[in-house]
């Protein structure tokens, strides 16, 4: 690893915010004619990160500002590690383990912000995420563990060339179907739409982590959110659906799922947290682990 | 200077101790600083004499890299902890014992880890056992040290029956013979075997003799909790590691039957392991005492460490050796930080306190570091070894072992934040605003701590070049290491890498951060309160049932501390009928023998 690498990492992260923006953007004027409105420009998510930004901001001492600085660092650095189709700035860093704690590391500093900022509705809501990624992080790396021992890798890279391999009869999702709808839900589960939105419930606990921020804090969580989409649906992209073998393919699939993703979300309510746990560790894990077991005794579907 | 005059001059320096302490007891804690301190640097110089033999009267030793390995983990964290010891020796009933007893525990488990025969692995896993029974009863509670040492009775009343059984069918004390012997008798071995490594369970705090660690860790002298949990329950760690790498279990037991490939008697042990490490997380979870919170991690922690062993592979093994040090250093850590704030403030209690950030900021960042490697996060220790196990989990296919393992890591996020979210964030009370933090004796081991554990994080090679030799020794493939970068079958980690990128990332957005208007700092009570007024910044502090939702969840759970007073309880009402019955004096129950004897005479005096 050299500085070459650094600058393209850093090349790619800037594409990865282009498009995770863009397509929220896209996203917002998909859900307004859902909801029969006419909805805002398609580059409006852009205007509203630099706007706040660009503001003035309050700060609760040194912990409330490096926790966000902690986040975002974290976050950045694991969004650097994924490969975006064919293009990888880092080789050999895209273990899935190593992506997956991470991005600990920023929802860690995020929650520490929080906190730090000594309003109640902070802590709740962030007792309320981490307990919510208790209960959907656990079938999905169950169903991890079964194809990292059926095909003995645990890159990203690795698992989107093995694919690649097959064609769409390939794809992960069409060989464990049990597997690839528990991602799905899972996934859910972590880019926080609903019915697993309850820890920033903005009617009920004031927006939970995010209420004290504001101005410079909170356009900084904003790119923290838009990157930390972007780690989250590349994992199941290059998991469950083949990765891509051109940037086109990539970025299509992508789109693809993020906005199926948010149309499901839209027409669902929202679950209680200790629902949420309860629905978890009932349905998905149990096929997690059927997924798992049938892999790993019986090597049903794999290549 | 060799290892035998090494543990000769530790059992003299308790003496001497114990003698300085009789006359200042603040002179006798500083003496047990510098009497560790020695040791460890004599006893990291003296890695060379790996290999030597020698004896100490008819105690014979053997001086072997596994055995250098877990005497440096437990040096290193006596040595750290005990800088704390001169702040606490005004509390103390006996200080001069504390002091005596601190360093003779410490000088026992080096001698045990370099045991060459049985009998003194007995007679030094005996010393640690009583001289750390009588530090407990030093903190909060006698209840504690009575569970503690009934629980290490089971484990060395089952070590010394192993070692008589050993004794009379192979003919030997010398470990190696005896247990090579075994290779041949897979029935024996299985005997052998399970006994044998009771006494590691026990220790370890494995699921169901786990109960002692909340008890004994929560109530324990302050200074003396670290050590607990960062030492005294590696010594398990070693049992455990005996059992199956020096015993050749794998050999034995390679008829017998198999469980998703492993042999029973492993998959067995795995399973407790793994409950271990679900019901750890799960108690963690919804502790309020910052002590038992951290005692129950080791529990859960414990599990990770008895998997990685009973695998006895070149992953998971090396992960779970790499794992007992980075716990050691961590949770040391973890309670020393506890114990400053207790310290300062006279509880350990996490919904009585809060905002000690403002007041004890290095504390706070050393917590913070520890929890870290704790919960498995890169950049630290924790992770690289609890990759390491998972990786080696995946590549047997161990489904159960690995649900567990990951319920334990996420869970473990739960139960670290807690004690960071309500003790150290959140609103300070006024009575704490006066409060001063760690002096500059008790930041010297939290520094140091913190320094080891992003060190061995960032460049874990150093760890795991003397885990592949002690691999290595008792012949699996040993760790393949290339630079910083570990290459497992089934992955690639190079954690020097992720550290950069880790950095990288962090200055990217340390600049963004720094390129934009400053912000106005504001206090902790000018927040959004949903337009009430509140003007008690106690009531304004989120800590009580912290996972409220989620601890309802299982709050009904089944407890083997309820089935074990249940058990003891109808003990003594035995007791209490057999005493009731023939050592009473009322005439009642006399007038009852009499009536019994009179019928058995009348009924069957004939035949007799």
């Given at each position: 690893m050299n500085l070459m690498n650094l600058i393209y990492a850093f090349g790619l992260l800037l594409f990865a915010f282009v498009l995770q923006t863009s397509i929220t953007g896209i996203n917002r004027k998909v859900i307004a004619r859902l909801q029969r409105r006419r909805g805002p420009r398609w580059f409006q998510q852009f205007i509203d990160i630099f706007k706040a930004l660009s503001k003035s901001s309050t700060s609760h001492g040194w912990i409330f500002d490096f926790g966000v600085v902690m986040a975002l660092g974290g976050i950045m650095a694991t969004a650097m590690f994924i490969p975006i189709g064919p293009l990888q700035a880092l080789p050999g860093l895209d273990n899935i383990f190593i992506i997956a704690y991470v991005l600990a590391v920023g929802m860690l500093g995020m929650a520490m912000s929080a906190s730090g900022s000594g309003n109640p509705w902070a802590s709740i809501g962030v007792s309320r995420a981490l307990t919510n990624m208790l209960a959907y992080d656990i079938p999905f790396m169950v169903v991890i563990f079964g194809l990292i021992f059926a095909y003995d890798t645990s890159s990203l890279s690795g698992f989107a060339a093995i694919q690649q391999e097959g064609g769409i009869l390939g794809w992960n999702i069409i060989r464990f179907p049990l597997g690839g709808l528990v991602a799905m839900i899972s996934l859910q589960g972590m880019l926080g739409k609903k019915p697993f939105d309850s820890f920033i419930a903005p009617a009920e606990i004031a927006s939970g982590p995010m209420v004290e921020y504001g101005g410079r804090h909170l356009g900084m969580l904003f790119l923290l959110h838009e990157f930390q989409t972007f780690v989250e649906v590349s994992l199941i992209v290059h998991i469950f659906f083949g990765g891509g073998a051109t940037v086109l393919e990539y970025v299509v699939k992508y789109a693809l799922i993020y906005t199926f993703m948010n149309i499901v979300s839209n027409i669902l309510p929202r679950f209680k947290i200790d629902q949420a746990v309860t629905f978890f560790y009932k349905v998905p894990l149990a096929l997690a682990m059927i997924q798992s077991l049938l892999i790993i005794v019986t090597g049903l579907g794999v290549a | 200077?060799?290892?035998?005059?090494?543990?000769?001059?530790?059992?003299?320096?308790?003496?001497?101790?114990?003698?300085?302490?009789?006359?200042?007891?603040?002179?006798?804690?500083?003496?047990?600083?510098?009497?560790?301190?020695?040791?460890?640097?004599?006893?990291?110089?003296?890695?060379?004499?790996?290999?030597?033999?020698?004896?100490?009267?008819?105690?014979?030793?053997?001086?072997?890299?596994?055995?250098?390995?877990?005497?440096?983990?437990?040096?290193?964290?006596?040595?750290?902890?005990?800088?704390?010891?001169?702040?606490?020796?005004?509390?103390?009933?006996?200080?001069?014992?504390?002091?005596?007893?601190?360093?003779?525990?410490?000088?026992?488990?080096?001698?045990?880890?370099?045991?060459?025969?049985?009998?003194?692995?007995?007679?030094?896993?005996?010393?640690?056992?009583?001289?750390?029974?009588?530090?407990?009863?030093?903190?909060?509670?006698?209840?504690?040290?009575?569970?503690?040492?009934?629980?290490?009775?089971?484990?060395?009343?089952?070590?010394?029956?192993?070692?008589?059984?050993?004794?009379?069918?192979?003919?030997?004390?010398?470990?190696?013979?005896?247990?090579?012997?075994?290779?041949?008798?897979?029935?024996?071995?299985?005997?052998?075997?399970?006994?044998?490594?009771?006494?590691?369970?026990?220790?370890?705090?494995?699921?169901?003799?786990?109960?002692?660690?909340?008890?004994?860790?929560?109530?324990?002298?302050?200074?003396?909790?670290?050590?607990?949990?960062?030492?005294?329950?590696?010594?398990?760690?070693?049992?455990?590691?005996?059992?199956?790498?020096?015993?050749?279990?794998?050999?034995?037991?390679?008829?017998?039957?198999?469980?998703?490939?492993?042999?029973?008697?492993?998959?067995?042990?795995?399973?407790?392991?793994?409950?271990?490490?679900?019901?750890?997380?799960?108690?963690?979870?919804?502790?309020?005492?910052?002590?038992?919170?951290?005692?129950?991690?080791?529990?859960?922690?414990?599990?990770?460490?008895?998997?990685?062993?009973?695998?006895?592979?070149?992953?998971?093994?090396?992960?779970?050796?790499?794992?007992?040090?980075?716990?050691?250093?961590?949770?040391?850590?973890?309670?020393?930080?506890?114990?400053?704030?207790?310290?300062?403030?006279?509880?350990?209690?996490?919904?009585?306190?809060?905002?000690?950030?403002?007041?004890?900021?290095?504390?706070?960042?050393?917590?913070?570091?520890?929890i870290i490697s704790l919960a498995g996060i890169p950049p630290m220790g924790g992770f690289v070894s609890k990759w390491l196990i998972i990786q080696g989990l995946a590549d047997k296919g161990l489904l159960f072992m690995a649900l567990a393992a990951f319920f334990g890591s996420i869970g473990s996020f739960l139960y670290v934040f807690r004690p960071l979210a309500a003790v150290f964030l959140g609103q300070l009370a006024p009575k704490n605003y006066e409060l001063e933090g760690a002096t500059l004796m008790m930041k010297i081991p939290m520094v140091i701590l913190s320094a080891l554990i992003i060190f061995f994080g960032v460049f874990p090679r150093y760890i795991l070049e003397v885990i592949g030799e002690i691999q290595s020794s008792i012949g699996i493939t040993p760790i393949q290491l290339e630079g910083n970068a570990i290459q497992a079958i089934n992955g690639l980690l190079n954690s020097y890498h992720v550290f950069v990128i880790f950095g990288f990332g962090f200055l990217i957005s340390l600049a963004i951060f720094m390129l934009l208007q400053k912000s106005r700092k504001v206090g902790l009570m000018d927040t959004f309160t949903s337009a009430e007024f509140i003007h008690t910044p106690e009531l304004y502090h989120y800590s009580h049932d912290f996972y409220a939702p989620f601890e309802r969840l299982y709050k009904n759970h089944p407890s083997v501390e309820n089935f074990l007073v249940n058990i003891a309880n109808k003990f003594d009402e035995l007791g209490q009928m057999v005493n009731a019955l023939f050592f009473s004096h009322k005439p009642s129950i006399t007038v009852f023998w009499i009536t019994v004897v009179t019928a058995i005479i009348y009924l069957g005096g004939a035949r007799i």
């Open positions: - | 200077m060799s290892f035998d005059l090494l543990i000769l001059m530790m059992f003299a320096g308790a003496f001497l101790a114990y003698l300085i302490s009789k006359s200042n007891s603040e002179a006798g804690g500083i003496s047990t600083v510098v009497i560790s301190l020695i040791s460890l640097v004599l006893l990291l110089l003296g890695k060379s004499q790996v290999g030597n033999e020698f004896a100490i009267l008819y105690m014979t030793f053997k001086v072997t890299t596994i055995g250098w390995y877990f005497s440096a983990v437990m040096i290193l964290v006596y040595s750290m902890t005990s800088f704390f010891n001169s702040y606490w020796m005004k509390q103390m009933l006996y200080p001069n014992a504390y002091n005596f007893l601190y360093l003779f525990s410490l000088a026992g488990t080096v001698g045990l880890f370099f045991a060459a025969d049985l009998v003194t692995l007995f007679i030094f896993w005996e010393m640690v056992v009583w001289s750390s029974t009588f530090i407990v009863p030093l903190g909060k509670s006698r209840r504690a040290a009575v569970v503690y040492y009934t629980i290490s009775s089971i484990g060395s009343m089952a070590t010394l029956y192993a070692i008589m059984l050993l004794h009379a069918k192979s003919g030997t004390f010398i470990i190696s013979e005896a247990f090579a012997w075994l290779a041949t008798d897979p029935t024996m071995a299985t005997i052998v075997f399970f006994i044998f490594i009771l006494a590691g369970l026990t220790k370890i705090g494995i699921f169901p003799f786990h109960i002692w660690l909340p008890l004994a860790h929560g109530s324990a002298p302050h200074t003396f909790s670290p050590v607990l949990s960062g030492g005294l329950v590696k010594m398990g760690a070693f049992i455990a590691y005996m059992s199956v790498g020096v015993l050749p279990a794998y050999q034995a037991f390679s008829g017998s039957l198999k469980i998703m490939g492993m042999p029973i008697q492993i998959y067995l042990l795995m399973v407790l392991g793994a409950i271990s490490i679900v019901l750890g997380t799960l108690m963690a979870i919804k502790q309020d005492d910052a002590k038992k919170l951290i005692a129950y991690s080791s529990v859960a922690n414990g599990g990770y460490i008895l998997i990685g062993i009973l695998m006895m592979d070149q992953l998971s093994c090396a992960g779970s050796l790499m794992h007992l040090f980075n716990h050691a250093i961590a949770s040391a850590a973890a309670f020393l930080t506890i114990a400053v704030v207790a310290h300062r403030t006279g509880t350990t209690k996490i919904s009585e306190l809060g905002g000690m950030i403002h007041r004890m900021p290095v504390t706070f960042t050393v917590y913070l570091i520890s």
